[in-house]
């Protein structure tokens, strides 16, 4: 071959090399929060002034600490991201985000043309991923929040038109809205009844992506229900619901859900949270005796 400098993207997916997972030969470069910053690419290193300082920001506040992307990664394109944004800056995420994540939509539309349905279904969840890092911090105001949720789900209805899904769409009703989400459930005998965990994820999680991480549940026998809960993913986008400090409103929607249906052990129904989700549990918890055990790991120490 004699170089890898015209080698691209592209090409090492048609070798099959991207696609195995396999780090594309791109040069690593860290990311520079400031002058103060510390070594160029070292783990931690960020000017603590400029992080937290909020300046221009209208009655004070504080910058988002979480938009900052690592180079130590082994995908490629979030590696190119973390070259190429500037940290702490919201439009620049944006941008960046969105751009690797169509591409990889348009690779996965070449794949499914193709019937290449396995490499599509990757690439489509790719994309999913992607648009919903571009999303996740936008405000509700800011005119491309919308656009990028919708490509988010867009994407991953796509994935799963291909081949088959690891779970099933639920739709739950609560207090006259219905929300959207998944429930995944391990193999098993027909008529056998599984131990649930309902999730309860933070304010930035959207169920598309939590149901996916649902693997360790069901390795251990476990079935997973995850909804966009009131403040979360669809229902705050597009159905305008809001968190309500009361969280054991959304708790008995899930287990009224739950206790309809025949594959589930009523009897032994738990909550796992983060973030967000870590005042929302332990208060879901103690609203009622149907929870039978709870896990949270909290966005904070203290809500005061």
Partial sequence: MGSFGNLTRRSLVRWGVVSAGITAFTPARGQDAGSESGTLGAVGGRA??????????????QLEIRLSATLYTSDPDQLEVAQRMKPFNLDSWVVEWTRVAERNEQMADQFAAQGLKVTANEFYLRASNFYREACWPQPVTDSRMLPSYKKMRETFDKAWELVRPSFERVRINYEGTMLDGYFRKP??????????VIAFQGADTMAEATIQNAGAYMGRGLAYLAV???????????????????????????????????????????????????????????GGKRIKAALMSSGSFCLE
């Fill in 48 to 61: 603590e002034q400029e992080l937290y300082a909020g300046k221009g920001l209208p009655g004070g506040g």
């Fill in 187 to 196: 193999n098993g005998a027909a008529g056998r009844k599984f131990p649930t």
């Fill in 228 to 286: 966009d809960f009131p403040g979360q993913g669809g229902a705050l986008r597009l159905k305008d619901l809001h968190l309500p400090p009361d969280t054991e409103r959304i708790s008995k929607a899930m287990i009224d859900y739950l206790e309809t249906r025949a594959d589930v052990d009523a009897n032994r129904i738990g909550m796992q949270a983060i973030s967000m989700g870590g005042y929302g549990a332990p208060r879901c918890a103690s």
